[in-house]
């Protein structure tokens, strides 16, 4: 009998508190790694303070305009980390239904093979992959193309002495829309200054988008790849096939409206091997 006045007297407080719990689970998640992480930190941080401070001294003027200005962090939060919450919606919307795996398959196969030809001799190479996220919101430059997605048109596009070998090129499905875009270039001051513009552009469209795009160095021949803001150097070939499979094919397909609340794996871009 206890035990059902016990349940039903505190189930309320307890479901309240589990709900308070996936919410700050859920949003250490989604800010880590961002980078209006260490903006929001620091300012909650000193907000904590100040609460702390009013409260014990008994300061009721700043206590009450504290509590005011608690409204307006929701709003601030919103403005901060508007790139990371479109990306998040465009992952959550992007079901199950709408994906082709067969033709990603394709797709991934054109890029693995452009990139492995490219690498060898140091052809660089900036070539985003759209998702959810229709690229033309965050790319309004660029030369439209719109044609078939091979390794040879990618080849022409991105020869030395072409006209619209510079810039990056956005694929949809396994058309090529646009080549010669200009990509926003990441704001990160915690980037190795040896990084080029190239991999800037990649982290800066991978931050406001849920993009992936794929590198080739022209300095080095190195491929790297860059997913939600990070950067990954210095792949292989097999490894950059691996990780298209788990992004474009198989976690469409098992994702679920929770996928997003898991941690994903960052990879620090100032490693070495530039």
């Known amino acids: 009998m206890n035990i059902v006045l016990f349940f039903l007297h505190w189930w309320r407080p307890a479901l309240e508190i589990a709900i308070l719990a996936v919410g700050i689970y859920s949003a250490f998640i989604f800010l880590r ?21 009013t409260r014990l001294l008994d300061l009721q003027v700043l206590n009450a305009l504290l509590n005011q200005f608690f409204a307006f962090l929701a709003v601030g939060v919103v403005v901060i980390f508007q790139p ?5 919606l465009a992952e959550v919307g992007n079901l199950p239904l709408s994906n082709n795996a067969r033709e990603q398959r394709e797709k991934i196969e054109v890029v693995c093979e452009t990139v492995d030809r490219f690498s060898p001799v140091r052809i660089g190479a900036l070539i ?5 996220i229709q690229l033309a919101d965050a790319v309004e ?3 439209v193309v719109d044609c078939e997605a091979t390794p040879e048109m990618l080849e022409t596009i991105f020869f030395p002495n072409n006209a619209i070998h510079d810039g990056g090129v956005i694929i949809k499905g396994d058309r090529i829309l646009k080549a010669a875009c200009i990509f926003p270039l990441t704001q990160r001051q915690d980037l190795h200054k040896s990084l080029g ?4 552009a990649a982290i800066g469209l991978t931050e406001e988008t849920d993009a992936v795009v794929v590198v080739v160095s022209e300095e080095t ?8 803001g990070q950067l990954v150097r210095n792949v292989t070939v097999q490894e950059l096939r691996a990780f298209l499979t788990e992004v474009l094919v198989r976690r ?4 679920n409206w929770l996928s997003w609340l898991r941690p994903s794996n960052r990879v620090n871009p100032n490693q070495s091997g530039a």
């Open 33 to 53: 790694g961002t980078r209006g992480a260490p903006i929001v930190t620091g300012f909650l941080a000193l907000l904590l303070a100040l609460t702390l401070t």
């Open 84 to 88: 990371e919450i479109r990306r998040m």
């Open 128 to 132: 985003a992959l759209e998702q959810g």
């Open 141 to 143: 430059s660029g030369v």
């Open 197 to 200: 513009t190239r991999h800037r």
């Open 221 to 228: 021949g190195q491929i790297s790849y860059a997913h939600r």
């Open 252 to 255: 469409p397909v098992t994702r």
